[in-house]
């Protein structure tokens, strides 16, 4: 399974994922307008910008973070995408959360400008939301897509 060979904007993510708000969360989903959880919105946006998606994810349970030592999602965005420095994300990229120090992350969202993100969460549906301090402090990671142009980061 091959990306799609483009060079990404990040206007073109933010633009995306704006279009899966209001799409209510399903655990494990990940279809527009029908339902998705976090990861399943970064999945859906990853589809329709690079194709294929590179792995499977596989099933998973909601405390699956609090259950394993493993930090999957971290290490899934080391393969998959290009670690950025936390404190200088930008617009496009892709935000990981960690609850609590001593467990692994488990919810991600996407920046939509240095002081927002688009994410999915369990009892709403997909929103864009400040990045206020509570978020910041939870800031384990942030990944920009594979295709996005250093060159194109906003200051």
């Known amino acids: 399974m091959s990306l799609r060979p483009t060079i990404i904007a990040r206007t073109d993510i933010v633009l995306e994922a704006r279009r899966w708000i209001g799409t209510p ?10 339902g ?33 030592r493993i930090d999957r999602l971290y290490e899934a965005g080391r393969r998959h995408f290009h670690e950025v420095d936390a404190g200088g994300f930008d617009a496009g990229d892709v935000l990981l959360f960690r609850w609590r120090s001593n467990v692994a992350a488990k919810h991600l969202g996407i920046a939509t400008s240095r ?41």
């Open 25 to 34: 969360y399903l655990h494990q989903g990940s279809l527009l307008h029908v």
């Open 36 to 68: 998705c959880d976090c990861l399943g919105l970064v999945r859906g946006v990853w589809r329709a910008l690079l194709g294929p998606e590179p792995e499977k994810s596989g099933a998973y349970s909601p405390d699956w973070a609090e259950a394993g």
């Open 115 to 155: 002081k927002t993100m688009i994410h999915a969460h369990e009892g709403a549906c997909v929103c864009e939301i400040e990045i206020g301090p509570l978020w910041r402090r939870k800031l384990a990671a942030a990944f920009a897509f594979p295709g996005v142009n250093a060159m194109t980061r906003h200051r």
